[in-house]
């Protein structure tokens, strides 16, 4: 078993409460030090509101644990969005994890590249990404 499994693994069952209740199935958790901090289902039919992805959704869950996202590592079935890019590149966060390309609108995309990019002079570093 690698490093990234039982995280990756946390996400498809994540995945699979939001497609059950109707959502896209992502799922997200952020981990620090070995330890999940924050955890994320897609949301946003359930709101009625575009930004509730899962990654926002487990970044909004761990600040509401009073913890800090400098350094930690995301894990998500699927790649993050651009807006979810920002999100992450905002809160320093410092590893990126996903098992499936989001297309057009992912955050790596070579045209639109907010999670890796290094022209925003305001961010610091971008996180390492890994695709498993």
């Known amino acids: 078993m690698n490093e990234h499994q039982p995280y990756m693994e946390r996400c498809m069952e994540l995945a699979a409460i939001a497609q059950s209740e109707g959502?896209?199935?992502v799922g997200c958790v952020i981990v620090q030090n070995g330890v999940v901090i924050g955890e994320g289902i897609e949301q946003s039919k359930k709101y009625g509101d575009i930004s509730?992805?899962?990654?926002v959704m487990a970044v909004l869950d761990a600040l509401g644990k009073g913890f800090q996202l400098a350094g930690t590592v995301l894990y998500s079935n699927v790649e993050p969005c651009m807006l979810c890019s920002y999100v992450i590149r905002h809160h320093r966060i410092g590893t990126v994890v996903y098992s499936t390309p989001c297309g057009e609108l992912g955050g790596t995309n070579p045209k639109f590249n907010l999670l890796t990019t290094k022209e925003i002079a305001a961010w610091e570093s971008a996180p390492e990404v890994i695709v498993v």
């Open 23 to 25: 959502e896209s199935p």
């Open 52 to 55: 509730r992805h899962a990654e």
